[in-house]
Every structure is written in structure tokens, then in C-alpha cells.
């Protein structure tokens, strides 16, 4: 489902000079595997995951999706492949103000498959926000604008699932039942899921946690 061979990212820095923050050699990903990963922050890891999802350009490398190489494509055919193939949690939500909880799942399911106002309600009812439906962001707390995001990424049964800390503006209650549902839900449709973070609650959730520095040889 994934693979990443010799991806590299550097930054210019405040001096001038380059900083290398990824250099990942080779990183795979099977079908419906759940994989977590750990990693501080400032470490690189979110780095790493706008370059599986083309948000970022790598500066040399490949990551393959599905069969589809995204570094080699085009901006927007980059675009159309994540809409297609990807769900993302970011950590700092990226929901859209001006809409309501309802329209934020249904916006995103546009740039796939299609708008599913049925799906989109189920699974904001999965997440605790069957009443919240018409609300905007601004109106919720941090923990619920974090579980719209889960909804959104879900919504279009993508093939793989890219979670940034999907946990950390959540309390440990609403943590554990986000983190199940994005697992259950990915299972249900087959995806694979790269979970990044450093909660160790959240980890321990995980078999076989890789710390993110044993695969990006920059943090080294």
C-alpha cells in the first residue's frame, strides 16, 4: 500500500544553510496494516507525513501509494490522488470556519468520490457529534473540532489513513474512543493506517511501535 525509498527534505535555515529534517531510506506499509510511530516534537514526523501525502514536494525520493507514485506527479494530480486515496488527521484540524460540523465532512468528501450526507452524519454520530451537526468550529471545544477532523478523514473510505497526533487535544477518555474508532474504521474498509505521536497512552494502543528515528537516518 506504501512505500517510501531514499526520501529526502531539507529547510533552509535562519543562517542561510540547508537542514536536513527527512531521510528516510525505505519505509513500507501492507494493506490493512495499523502502524504507529514514535517521535517528539521538532523530530521530523510531520515532515514526513506531508511527503507520503504530496502536501509537501520532496526534494528526492519516491513514495508510492496504491501503486501510484506521488512524488513523480504533478500538483494537482497530487491532489486528485489524496482526495482519491488518503485520509488525513492533522494535528491542527484544518477545518473550515465558515462551515458547519456537517458541511465540513460533506466539503471533503466532494474532492473524491462524491458528497454522502448519510455517511458523513454516521460517522459524525460514531464520534459523539450527532447533535452538533449544525454547529461552526468556533462554536465547539478543541476535543470535538479534533474528532470532526476524524470524521472528515474517514469519510471517503481512503486506502490509507496519515493520523498527526490524531490524540492530542483530546482528554483520555474521548482519546481512547477516537483512536478506536479510526482503527475500526480503517479495518472495516481495508486501509492502512501510519499513526504518528508521542503519547505514550496512545502507543501502547500499537503492537511493534517504531520510534521515528530508527527510520529517518537526519534525526541521527
Not at 477545518?95 to 466539503?107: C, R
Not at 455517511?119 to 457529534?129: K, P, Q, S
Not at 481512503?158 to 474512543?177: I, Q, S
Given at each position: ?67 501510484a507514485e506521488m512524488t513523480a506527479l ?39 468520490p462524491g458528497a454522502d450526507r448519510p ?11 450527532g447533535h452538533r451537526l449544525d454547529h ?85
Open positions: 500500500m506504501l512505500a517510501v525509498a531514499d526520501l529526502k527534505k531539507s529547510f533552509l535555515s535562519p543562517e542561510g544553510g540547508r537542514v536536513e529534517i527527512v531521510r528516510v531510506p525505505a519505509f513500507t506499509l501492507a494493506a490493512g496494516g495499523q502502524q504507529a510511530l514514535r517521535g517528539e516534537s521538532g523530530s521530523g514526523k510531520t515532515t514526513f507525513l506531508h511527503l507520503i501525502a504530496g502536501i509537501l514536494a520532496a526534494d528526492a525520493g519516491r513514495v508510492e501509494i496504491d501503486g504533478s500538483e494537482p494530480k497530487r491532489d486528485r490522488l489524496r482526495a482519491e486515496k488518503l485520509g488525513y488527521i492533522f494535528q491542527t484540524f484544518n477545518l473550515l470556519q465558515g462551515y458547519t460540523v456537517l458541511e465540513n465532512v460533506v466539503l471533503g468528501m466532494s474532492f473524491g455517511r458523513a452524519r454516521e460517522l459524525l454520530g460514531r464520534v459523539g457529534l461552526f468550529p468556533h462554536q465547539l471545544s478543541t476535543g470535538q473540532q479534533q474528532r470532526v477532523a476524524v470524521a472528515r478523514a474517514l469519510a471517503n473510505r481512503p486506502k490509507l489513513v496519515l493520523a498527526d497526533e490524531p490524540t492530542g487535544n483530546l482528554d483520555r477518555k474521548h482519546a481512547r474512543e477516537s483512536l478506536a474508532l479510526i482503527r475500526e474504521v480503517c479495518r472495516e474498509n481495508g486501509a492502512a493506517l501510519l499513526l504518528v505521536s508521542h503519547d505514550e497512552a496512545t502507543l501502547a494502543e500499537f503492537e511493534g511501535v517504531r520510534d521515528f528515528k530508527e527510520i529517518n537516518s537526519a534525526a541521527g
